[in-house]
């Protein structure tokens, strides 16, 4: 007798071959029934042997198509309906959707072979893709994830793709960017405006061109890359100059593993992250020299060829490891549109090979690392947004707009909480428009409508997510503080929404419950209960605002004004210039500074000391500068940094700095004390805290906890103690996990009406 039952599946289940799987698997246990995507995922009617429908479920769970990602899996019996046939049903429109939208996948093996052989009908076509691989987020315009709804519409397929697209059993049914070069999308190469060669050989000469020494503009994935020869001294340095990028390292894409592994040394845990679907940058210790890719920085950030088109380079022989960096001008978004990438890129590329194929929407390169702590990702971008990084306790739709360093926005739909692509500084006029397209670009595809929305955002008065908070109109608005949406980052990864904690939130700047600038922040509690600040940095003044946070030594001003005995700095071995000196007079006559507790600006005072007395090009870099040169000296004495009440004291740290300084001690000797000793206050702290509190868990967050030899020298520390440590691996520990932490907490504000939620503090702060 015939059973029958339906079949519901949940996660990352559309555009990934989900649907000719379970046809094929249906066939395979002769069972009959339809197959379909719906709004909240996939769903299945079966009917056959009850034995057939068993195996077909098990094998389900067992074994998924590769790039699926199941969350959720309901099976319940239902009345049979007598289906002569297994088919393919026309997707469903529903409400709301809630189904996951995939990632960007690297080329799978499959294709890749079929790309590079001469007899096949795809044979070095560079929009080569399947049901396993291939343009998922960055070509979806709406869901349900359709042909129709993605920005390969405008190409409709000739009879061979058709044929594959419409058979069940072939690997491209349902690929919905299916094409080939007879229907597809076509590469050229642009030079001083026009089309140069014919487009059989745009890869090729693409290659020649590198291989001189200029400078590309290669359109990806989800936006430009300048491209050239890393190992070419002179074009390296052309693309710093002509990017204005004075400093900031760039990333490279290296032909294979095993060039890899010649360029950085790799730990396991780092080669199978480079390996991972999401084909991220990974940063790991650098072996060969490449001047001028990552001044001043014992790591460089290496990733693998992830499209076809990368494929092709090196199959044509292109530089083995090339400069790949996102097509921008420094800080703004990645540039994706073509004309766009034509008119601000032309002063900086020789050359342009554009895709006719446009991307939906903008999605830079991921960044991560193998930390001492496992996993980081340092910026959470192509191969991981927007998939669903961790379930809240709501159904409400909640969106959070994140910080406007780094930032990214997090929309929470029946419960899943999607986080957005990175999207930069807000203070970039591009970056804020991707942000505003970011934000409608989710609402839309979840359609959730913003009067339904809980809207979360940073208690900073001036942040420019803040002034677009205030102009949507919404059904409430949350206000939670920066450094306790860093904390509760970490504990919403892992869906701890009671646990009790220690939070050590330590990052350059947030705006703190006093108007004050945070940044070395204490708190005891929980998600569901917010969190109290128990401990801090002792706090420091500092002068002229913004410019503070670009010069370290206006930073180190307020911070060495509370040092006793302080020398001439403006002397040898310091060489601090006139800016110090208006620095320390501003901060005299009171005069637009602002007391801040930031661990940031203790690293930039710290450096200045060291010698770093430069503006700093790119945030963190002083920061970087100091860690580098620590790593040149070997790990021996320890700066002291005390405990005094609740407040870290940097008066002795800085004192030892400077006196070391003047007795010529070596300055990596010095970074390594200084380093230590700020490793040695935060555990003589944390222990102290956690007894005091009663706490066993320790949660770190914020920018500062990317300085991977502070969390070499923490977990050392902390190894015989019995605390855990729990950081961030999903979402960036800098301010890019900010939204997911926010969100987190507007979840507990909305089931706990007696909260305050629109002062300028966390719910349940006090
Ligand atoms: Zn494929
Ligand atoms: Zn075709």
Redesign the pocket.
């Known amino acids: 007798m015939a059973s029958a039952c339906s079949i519901r599946v949940r996660g990352v289940v559309q555009g990934v071959g989900f649907r000719p799987f379970v046809y094929r698997l249906a066939s395979v246990h002769t069972l009959t029934g339809w197959v379909l995507n719906a709004e909240e995922g996939v769903e299945i009617h079966l009917e056959g042997s009850k034995q057939g429908l068993d195996e077909f479920v098990r094998e389900l769970k067992a074994k998924p198509p590769s790039a699926a990602t199941i969350a959720q899996i309901d099976v319940a019996p239902t009345h049979v309906a007598g289906f002569r046939e297994f088919t393919i049903r026309q997707s469903r429109k529903q409400q709301r959707p809630t189904v996951r939208v995939s990632p960007d996948l690297p080329v799978c093996d499959e294709c890749l072979r079929e790309l590079l052989d001469p007899a096949d009908p795809r044979y070095r076509y560079p929009y080569i893709n399947c049901t396993n691989c291939g343009p998922r987020y960055t070509v979806v315009t709406g869901l349900p994830y359709d042909r129709r709804n993605t920005t390969m519409r405008a190409w409709p ?2 009879p ?2 058709h044929k594959e697209y419409h058979d069940p059993g072939n690997r491209r049914f349902h690929a919905q960017p299916v ?2 070069p ?3 999308p076509r590469f050229f190469l642009q030079q001083n405006g026009s089309i140069v060669g014919s487009e059989a050989d745009a890869i090729t000469r693409t290659v020649a061109l590198l291989h001189e020494g200029s400078i590309v503009a290669i359109k990806g994935l989800g936006g430009y890359h300048l491209a050239c020869d890393a190992r070419n001294r002179r074009a390296v340095v052309a693309l710093r100059e002509r990017k204005f990028r004075k400093e900031k390292p760039f990333a490279v894409m290296v032909r294979d593993q095993d060039i890899a592994r010649q360029v950085v040394s790799l730990s396991s845990e780092a080669e199978q992250i480079l390996l991972s679907a999401a084909r991220p940058i990974v940063l790991a210790p650098s072996k060969t020299d490449l001047p001028g890719v990552a001044p001043d920085n014992d790591e460089v950030g290496v990733m693998l060829p992830y499209t076809p088109l990368h494929h092709l380079f090196f199959a044509s022989g292109a530089p083995e490891v090339l400069v790949m960096t996102s097509a921008n001008r420094s800080s703004e978004p990645i540039t994706y549109e073509d004309k766009h990438a034509v008119e601000r890129l032309s002063g900086i590329a020789d050359a342009f090979l554009i895709g006719e194929r446009p991307i939906a929407r903008r999605v830079d390169d991921s960044v991560a690392t193998d930390g001492p702590y496992g996993r980081v990702i340092l910026r959470r971008s192509r191969g991981y947004a927007p998939g669903a990084v961790t379930t809240l306790p709501t159904r409400d739709p909640i969106l959070a707009l994140g910080s406007d360093l780094k930032n990214t926005v997090t929309l929470v739909v029946n419960g899943q909480a999607f986080v957005s692509q990175h999207i930069g500084d807000l203070d970039h006029y591009e970056a804020f428009v991707a942000f505003e397209q970011t934000v409608q670009d989710l609402l839309h595809m979840y359609e959730v409508s913003a009067a339904d929305l809980t809207l979360v955002r940073d208690a900073h008065p001036q942040f420019a997510s803040t002034r677009y908070a205030e102009g949507l109109i919404v059904a409430r608005t949350v206000v939670v503080q920066h450094h306790r949406a860093h904390v509760a980052s970490v504990l919403a990864e892992r869906g701890e929404w009671t646990k009790r904690v220690l939070g050590v939130s330590l990052d350059g700047t947030g705006y703190g419950d006093d108007g004050a600038i945070w940044g070395g922040e204490f708190f005891v509690g929980s998600v569901q209960r917010g969190f109290e600040r128990i401990g801090h940095l002792r706090s420091a003044m500092l002068a002229g605002g913004d410019a503070a946070t670009r010069w370290p030594i206006q930073a180190a001003a307020g911070f060495l004004a509370q040092v006793n005995g302080l020398p001439d700095l403006t002397d040898a071995p310091f060489h601090f210039s006139k800016r110090y000196h208006y620095a320390s007079q501003m901060l005299k006559q009171k005069v637009r500074s602002c007391a801040t507790t930031s661990m940031g600006r203790l690293f930039d005072a710290a450096a200045a000391l060291l010698g770093f007395v430069r503006e700093a090009t790119f945030e963190g870099q002083a920061a970087m500068w100091l860690e580098h040169m620590a790593r040149r000296a070997a790990k021996g004495d320890s700066y002291p940094f005390p405990l005094d009440g609740d407040k870290l004291d940097f008066r002795p740290l800085l004192a030892a700095v400077i006196a070391d300084r003047q007795r010529r001690r070596s300055p990596e000797q010095i970074a390594r004390a200084f380093q230590l000793g700020i490793a040695c206050g935060l555990h003589c702290a944390i222990t102290r805290f956690c007894d005091q509190f009663n706490v066993d868990t320790v949660a770190i967050s914020g920018g500062v906890f990317q300085n991977r030899l502070l969390l070499e020298d923490l977990k050392s520390l902390f190894a015989r103690d019995a605390l855990a440590i729990w950081t961030n691996h999903v979402v960036p520990p800098n301010d890019g996990g900010i939204s997911l932490g926010q969100a987190a907490f507007a979840v507990f504000a909305l089931v706990n009406n007696a909260m305050h939620l629109n002062k300028a503090r966390a719910p349940m702060s006090r």
């Open positions: 397929l000739d061979y793709c094409a080939c007879e229907c597809g």
